[in-house]
């Protein structure tokens, strides 16, 4: 059984920092394309960021410039560095893990979140 399981999270003021990691159990991490996602109450799940196998970077415009995706494959990790937080960012946030081998079907893995609170 895949696991992901976050941790990191937790309550910060305004214009603080959070580290989130999302360490993996069970797969070939590094054939992995890996991400977070976050949901705000009464809002659906939306991407935050992305890093494919190769260390290519996707972010939402929302956090361009303040949070960085990064990736340790020798630790079956997944990092995201948060900086200049904003009320805004309060959601959960999950990790995700994405791999769509040539011929079988795609494999995509869920952690359980971490609570992030931006809060004065």
């Known amino acids: 059984q895949v696991q992901l399981v976050e941790s990191g999270g937790g309550l910060v003021q305004p214009g603080g920092s959070l580290r989130l990691s999302c360490a993996a159990s069970?797969?070939?991490?590094?054939?992995?394309?890996m991400g977070w996602y976050r949901q705000a109450p009464g809002k659906q799940r939306e991407l935050v960021a992305t890093?494919?196998?190769?260390?290519?970077?996707n972010y939402a415009d929302s956090v361009k410039g303040r949070f960085t995706i990064s990736r340790d494959n020798a630790k079956n990790t997944v990092y995201l560095q948060m900086n200049s937080l904003k009320p805004d960012d309060t959601a959960v946030y999950y990790c995700?893990?994405?791999?769509?081998?040539?011929?079988?079907?795609?494999?995509?893995?869920w952690g359980q979140g971490t609570q992030v609170t931006v809060s004065s």
């Open positions: 890093i494919t196998n190769s260390g290519i970077t």
């Open positions: 069970r797969v070939i991490f590094s054939v992995y394309a």
């Open positions: 995700n893990a994405d791999w769509k081998p040539q011929l079988a079907p795609r494999r995509e893995y």
